[in-house]
């Protein structure tokens, strides 16, 4: 099964967790479902947003299994062996399962394992319909290319003049880097007030972008946020989640 996988990237603090958390949530409550949600930030937040807890990450992992013999415990494959460690640092909760990536690689060489953590992770990603991937500011993971292919790439910024230019940059810095996706969104959170449609519609028509999502500053998130509250417990009437409930409507998806 090819999954239809949305990654999510932009400026630092403008909302990709939220929004990676609210799409996961938003594509449950339809029905489509198992999602697996990645959250590919070394500092990860999406478990908490999500409302379960990582124990382990796939970093740490690729640390432990980093140089150690070839093989495992009375003849499985080094393989065989990596792909059950993976298994255990999946969180599974009711409709999502979870993976942490964790900590990048450390200095040293770590094509072996890399090589081997690709194949493992591509062929788990198989088994899921829908695929949500919460990164980091900045366009360090997707580049590493740990995902077949990007459905849909959704780029997120506040609606500020360099706001938008860090989106316009992200996205030249992802046509540079060769990052592949099939479809663009422009996300603009943290909206308080009025703000120039015009320049938006101009970003939109530079970055060649599917779809403009605009989201209003909301005091519940921020207080979901401020106070580590799982949005699975906000009301799904709130602004923020109902505008991308409507977002994921509007792209039309259906189980395979
Ligand atoms: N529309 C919104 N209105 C109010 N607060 C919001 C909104 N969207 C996100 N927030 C809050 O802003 C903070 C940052 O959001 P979030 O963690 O999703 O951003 P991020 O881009 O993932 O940050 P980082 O770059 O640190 O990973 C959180 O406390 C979150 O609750
Ligand atoms: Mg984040």
Do not use: W
């Not at 932009?10 to 999602?35: C, E, F, M, N, Q």
């Not at 990596?82 to 999502?96: G, H, P, Q, S």
């Not at 449609?197 to 519940?220: C, G, I, N, V, Y």
């Amino acid at each position: 099964m090819k999954p239809y996988t949305i990654a999510i990237t932009g400026k630092g603090g403008t909302g990709k967790t939220t929004i990676a958390a609210a799409i996961v949530a938003s594509l449950i409550r339809r029905g489509l479902s198992p999602v697996l949600a990645v959250d590919a930030d070394p500092n990860s937040c999406l478990d908490g947003v999500l409302g379960v807890q990582v124990d382990k990450t796939v970093g740490r992992l690729r640390e432990e299994s980093r140089g150690a013999g070839t093989g495992g415990p009375s003849g499985i494959s080094k393989r065989d062996l990596v792909e059950l460690r993976i298994a255990e640092c999946l969180v599974e909760a009711k409709d999502f399962d979870l993976i942490a990536m964790g900590r990048p690689e450390g200095p040293g060489c770590y094509c072996y394992a890399n090589n081997l953590f690709k194949d493992v992770i591509g062929k788990l990603t198989q088994s899921y319909p829908f695929i949500v991937i919460d990164n980091e500011a900045g366009l360090e993971n997707l580049s590493r290319r740990l995902y077949q292919s990007i459905d849909l790439l959704i780029i997120t910024g506040d609606p500020s003049r360099r706001g938008l230019a860090t989106i316009e940059r992200l996205y030249n810095l992802a046509g540079e880097m060769g990052i592949a996706y099939d479809a663009l969104a422009l996300a603009i959170n943290l909206v308080r007030s009025g703000y120039g449609m015009e320049e938006l519609e101009a970003l939109q028509l530079k970055t060649s972008a599917r779809h403009l999502l605009t989201l209003p500053f909301d005091a519940d998130m921020a207080l979901a946020g401020e106070q580590g509250r799982s949005i699975l417990g906000v009301d799904p009437s709130n602004p923020v989640l109902s505008r991308i409930d409507g977002f994921i409507t509007r792209l039309g998806l259906q189980n395979p």
